[in-house]
């Protein structure tokens, strides 16, 4: 696990990439004035530099009889599509309001000019790892995608054919320019508190103290994997939603996140990415009795599987080998195990 500041942002990479990769806002204050105006987008080049040329149409009118789709029909259709890739949550908001929270961390991101732009948040939940794994034993050679070095890791490298295909299929037809963002992204420019635009956007509580979102149906068990930023006018920012967990459960995934740090974590190392990624797939248990202490009420079936799991918190390369040859993965040592059990609830 690392650990680092950066602009008075806490980026917890404990977990290693998109969907494990927790980012902090330092302070917890909700966004002032929200705008809860219509959002558009920006069109720009990803971190590897190459232009996202997917949805950077001119934008043009489509026809001189014709009517352009509302920001609300667009982040539907985004919705729509991004299901069918596994990225099963979807949410429009004003970016101008996520700007005004991060404004004092240097995280703002570009708007087009406009007074307010479009943003859709993407996330998914354990439906991502079907279509994940189905690429992957697709590929050649199996388990291997292209250009997965580029984006740390396979499932991040999924993400980004995902989102980059949704982008081309919904919004380039309409000549819409946008920019694209991802969450394993650490670069500066590029870095975005994805849980705090979750939070602010209504759709998962964010408990600063222990790292984690809570969605009212799927609880603590998805994720947040990339941003659309959409140059035209747009939809509400919902603002944060009530708090689903008790004082009691923040309190144990708090203590649960204590035992977990205190496990990785070893003061009189160097504490390399090597070195906390081997330790990691020693005690990814501990980690995971974090989202099970902040569980909501019929959540279970959102529960991620062992496997699922295992890989999201390890990152293992022999992990992810032997599901996607269909092996029975080990969930980790009766050591782990044991120590889970009373940390948890």
């Given amino acids: 696990m690392a650990m680092l500041r950066q602009r008075g942002v806490l980026v917890l990479t404990a977990m290693g990439a998109a969907g494990a990769t927790a980012v902090l806002a330092s302070s917890a204050r909700p966004a002032p004035g929200l705008v809860g105006r219509g959002a558009s987008a920006t069109t720009g080049a990803s971190r590897t530099g190459r232009a996202t040329a997917c949805c950077a149409a001119a934008s043009t009118s489509s026809g001189s009889g014709s009517t352009s789709p509302s920001a609300e029909e667009v982040v539907r259709s985004i919705a729509a599509v991004a299901k069918t890739h596994g990225l099963d949550i979807a949410v429009g908001l004003t970016l101008q309001d996520y700007n005004s929270a991060v404004e004092s961390d240097g995280l703002e991101l570009p708007t087009f000019g406009r007074r307010t732009t479009l943003a859709v948040l993407l996330g998914s939940t354990k439906t991502i790892w079907v279509p994940f794994l189905a690429a992957l034993r697709a590929a050649d050679p199996p388990g291997q995608l292209e250009a997965q070095a580029e984006h740390d890791g396979p499932l991040n490298t999924f993400v980004v054919r995902a989102t980059e295909a949704l982008a081309s299929e919904v919004l380039a037809p309409l000549g819409l320019r946008c920019e694209l963002r991802y969450a394993h992204e650490m670069d500066e420019g590029r870095l975005v508190a994805m849980q705090k635009l979750a939070?602010?956007?209504?759709?998962?509580?964010?408990?600063?103290?222990?790292?984690?979102?809570?969605?009212?149906?799927?609880?603590?068990?998805?994720?947040?994997?990339?941003?659309?930023?959409?140059?035209?006018?747009?939809?509400?920012?919902?603002?944060?939603?009530?708090?689903?967990?008790?004082?009691?459960?923040?309190?144990?995934?708090?203590?649960?996140?204590?035992?977990?740090?205190?496990?990785?974590?070893?003061?009189?190392?160097?504490?390399?990415?090597?070195?906390?990624?081997?330790?990691?797939?020693?005690?990814?248990?501990?980690?995971?009795?974090?989202?099970?202490?902040?569980e909501t009420q019929g959540c279970e079936q959102w529960k991620y599987s062992d496997e699922h799991d295992e890989y999201h918190f390890t990152h293992s390369p022999e992990v992810l080998a032997r599901v996607v040859a269909g092996e029975e993965v080990a969930t980790g040592s009766e050591e782990t195990r044991t120590a889970g059990k009373s940390s948890s609830l």
């Fill in 199 to 294: 939070h602010l956007s209504g759709v998962a509580y964010l408990h600063p103290s222990c790292g984690l979102n809570v969605h009212p149906e799927y609880g603590p068990w998805h994720a947040y994997r990339s941003l659309l930023i959409i140059d035209m006018e747009g939809v509400p920012t919902a603002g944060p939603p009530a708090n689903p967990n008790s004082a009691e459960a923040v309190a144990a995934a708090e203590a649960a996140l204590a035992l977990a740090l205190e496990s990785t974590v070893d003061p009189t190392a160097t504490n390399t990415k090597e070195e906390m990624d081997t330790q990691m797939r020693q005690v990814w248990r501990l980690w995971q009795n974090i989202r099970l202490a902040l």
